[in-house]
């Protein structure tokens, strides 16, 4: 499923996103999000609570859908 060393809270956010976003991304989508919003936070903070984490990947999965409806 993921690739955050078995960490819980990610796996547990990352079925959150999944069933926020079913219809709209594919699970996939969902984890990379979720990877590249913990690799971020990690880069631009240097932590990566759950929280951050969570809104991140929101967000990024938010302008994904929008972009997505933009183009038709």
């Keep these: ?25 594919p699970p996939a989508t ?4 979720v ?7 990690l880069e631009v903070t240097g932590d990566a609570t759950a929280a951050l984490v969570e809104r991140i990947a929101r967000k990024h ?3 994904l859908a929008t972009a997505a409806a933009e183009r038709g």
């Design 61 to 63: 999965l938010r302008v």
């Design 30 to 33: 969902v984890t990379r999000c």
């Design 35 to 41: 990877q590249a919003a913990h690799h971020g936070a």
């Design 1 to 25: 499923m993921s690739q955050h060393s078995g960490d819980e809270h990610y796996q547990e956010l990352e079925t959150l996103l999944r069933e926020e976003f079913a219809g709209v991304h």
